[in-house]
């Protein structure tokens, strides 16, 4: 499996940013996919989440509103539009993907991934 991240780079404070994940070598049927980052110095946290089935949705406090998760499972595809960028959003993103269901609320954690992609930088300037 392989999970190949893309879509980062330098963008202004209030500009947008689409990242791509694009899963290769398996569908992940009742799973999810899901979106952390990890700014300098920090450890990584959660950013959304969102079901291969139905869509449902799951988003962090500091993104909600700002930030889109979707979907396109004929392309097996997860992505995250990220509008009204700020400074506080610099970070190396990453996706993770798992083929279990779990409980929207569990999908915050990264020990409920399988599988990980490298990871694509987003930084906003000031």
């Known amino acids: 499996v392989q999970l190949q991240a893309s879509g980062g780079g330098l963008v202004q404070a209030g500009g947008s940013l689409r990242l791509s994940c694009a899963a290769s070598?398996?569908?992940?049927?009742?799973?999810?996919m899901g979106w952390f980052r990890q700014a300098p110095g920090k450890e990584r946290e959660f950013v959304a989440a969102?079901?291969?089935?139905?869509?449902?949705?799951y988003y962090a406090d500091s993104v909600k509103g700002r930030f889109a998760i979707s979907r396109d499972n004929a392309k097996n595809t997860v992505y995250l539009q990220m509008n009204s960028l700020k400074p506080e959003d610099t970070a190396v993103y990453y996706c993770?993907?798992?083929?279990?269901?779990?409980?929207?609320?569990?999908?915050?954690?990264?020990?409920?991934?399988?599988?990980w992609g490298q990871g694509t930088l987003v930084t906003v300037s000031s």
């Open positions: 993770a993907a798992v083929s279990r269901r779990f409980a929207l609320s569990a999908l915050n954690s990264m020990a409920s991934y399988d599988y």
């Open positions: 969102i079901r291969w089935s139905g869509g449902s949705t």
């Open positions: 070598g398996r569908t992940f049927g009742s799973g999810s």
